[in-house]
């Protein structure tokens, strides 16, 4: 049996632990309180963990995608916070405290963009200007900390919006934004490990002087998945204030460390789009269950239950600490014509 394999099958073993442990937990648990399991696991609860899941899995897809080209963009969260405020501020503008459903889409639509345009100078500080990926990253982070609550003070005299207005949900009360980050998820997944294209995304990772030598530019490559990774985490961000309904500037943001739960969420997705968003799925669920506890009635402090997302992402760290990343991430590449 090969490193490889016998690493897979460690990996299998431990994610059917895991599992079985949390299943045990939830008997556990429903034993304790005297709650049946369907309480808890309600429709209602489905839809809302999937609507709080969508924000990570689209920061997660983005970033695996840089990765995957060797270029380690830690600035996820802050791109976040830069997408969740553009929309509010773009909303605003459009349509003052009233928006219209139009003016939401705009907004959406305006955050990627402008998440987009501020991740092509972080690509050519990192790429060209070969910077430290995560001093730059961290900076990103701090800039949008700082930049997105004193912009709304002058905007709105507040660090946080006033009300505007949240997306429409579909049939069964689903957000539209939930079946766009469905497609986006599968057509990444086909993206990656089924084009040409995806296939020099990896190599670039994993032996850029190969995908060199072959006519392709690696720096190139690695330009375009960082400006996706910027646009997909600013699409994040919009994504989690056209549900709101409204920015808050406060504490960390409404983003909240959703970036950094999003890098861990590709780290246990193993780099695939679709085991990523099963991870940010896991996350969503967990950091709605203080909604779900509230409205069944069982009495447990809201402070601990909001810690759950953050255990969940110290245990996937121990568990798949040892997932292995691509061969060059970090390195600046220069070809040698």
């Known amino acids: 049996m090969s490193v490889a394999d016998y690493a897979q099958r460690e990996r299998v073993q431990l994610a059917g632990a895991t599992v079985v442990a949390l299943l045990i937990a939830a008997a556990v648990f429903t034993f304790v309180f005297d709650i049946a399991l369907e309480r808890l696991l309600t429709v209602g ?44 501020a773009t909303m605003y503008l459009l349509g003052g405290t009233s928006p219209s459903q139009l003016d939401v889409w705009l907004a959406i639509a305006i955050a990627v963009l402008i998440s987009a345009i501020l991740t092509v100078f972080f690509a050519v500080l990192l790429i060209h200007f070969k910077a430290d990926q995560i001093v730059a990253g961290l900076a990103v982070w701090f800039l949008g900390l700082g930049f997105a609550p004193f912009t709304a003070a002058i905007i709105w005299g507040s660090r946080s919006s006033p009300g505007l207005e949240s997306i429409n949900p579909l049939a069964f009360g689903q957000s539209p934004l939930v079946v766009l980050t469905v497609i986006v998820v599968l057509a990444s997944w086909v993206f990656l490990y089924r084009t040409k294209y995806g296939y020099w995304i990896q190599a670039a990772g994993e032996n850029p002087e190969a995908l060199d030598t072959a006519g392709v530019d690696v720096n190139r490559v690695r330009y375009a998945t960082v400006i996706f990774s910027g646009a997909m985490a600013g699409l994040g961000g919009a994504v989690l204030l056209a549900h709101a309904g409204n920015f808050v500037g406060t504490g960390e943001t409404m983003v909240d460390g959703r970036g950094w739960i999003g890098i861990v969420a590709y780290l246990f997705g193993n780099y695939n789009p679709i085991g990523a968003a099963a991870a940010a799925l896991l996350f969503g669920g967990l950091d709605m269950l203080n909604v779900q506890f509230q409205t069944v009635g069982i009495e447990v402090s809201a402070r601990l239950v909001n810690l759950l997302p953050y255990v969940a992402v110290i245990v996937v760290l121990t568990a798949w600490g040892k997932t292995r990343m691509p061969s060059s991430v970090g390195e600046p590449y220069e070809s040698e014509d």
């Open 45 to 88: 609860f489905l839809t809302r963990s999937l609507e709080m899941a969508t924000p990570i899995a689209l920061a997660a897809i983005g970033g695996l995608y840089a990765e995957k080209s060797g270029v380690f963009n830690i600035g996820l969260e802050g791109f976040m916070i830069f997408g969740a405020f553009s929309a509010a």
